[in-house]
């Protein structure tokens, strides 16, 4: 594969959890994925920053477009709220697409022989 797949790949990872982590998410707390109660709290610093790091660009998108539809923000900061997601949804695929190969490498040196 060259650049441009891996890259592609590296997004559509990244996108698919988080989907997967939002919609999880929404389906427990039976309310609209955002940066508020009961995703994101002070008073849970290490669940929040989990559910930022995997669901956080929905979370982004979501706030955009409510944002949008309530006239605060404009149609050129609704794009760059997406841009920003999609640039957050790359990374996250790559960290997870590492996350995965170190986790393969170390699974694979072990010695399961009896």
Same mark, same amino acid.
């Given at each position: ?8 790949? /590296?997004?559509?990872?990244?996108? !698919? /959890?988080?989907? %997967? ?5 929404? %389906? $427990?707390?039976?309310?609209?994925? @955002?940066? +508020?109660?009961?995703? +994101? ?7 929040? %920053?989990?559910? !930022?790091? *995997? /669901? ?10 409510? /944002?949008?539809?309530?006239?605060? $923000?404009?149609?050129?900061? %609704?794009?760059? *709220?997406? *841009? !920003?997601? !999609? +640039? ?7 960290? &997870?697409?590492? $996350? @995965?190969?170190?986790?393969? $490498? &170390? ?8």
């Amino acid at each position: 594969m060259g650049p441009v797949e891996h890259t592609l790949f /590296a997004f559509m990872v990244g996108l !698919t /959890a988080c989907g %997967l982590a939002g919609s999880a998410m929404e %389906l $427990i707390s039976g309310r609209r994925l @955002a940066f +508020v109660e009961p995703y +994101v709290s002070p008073a849970h610093v290490l669940r929040s %920053l989990f559910a !930022t790091a *995997c /669901a956080g660009p929905l979370m982004f998108a979501n706030e955009a477009l409510h /944002a949008w539809r309530q006239g605060r $923000i404009s149609a050129p900061a %609704l794009i760059s *709220c997406g *841009c !920003t997601a !999609t +640039v957050w949804a790359l990374a996250l695929g790559v960290v &997870l697409i590492d $996350i @995965a190969s170190r986790a393969g $490498i &170390l699974l694979g040196s072990a010695d399961f022989s009896a």
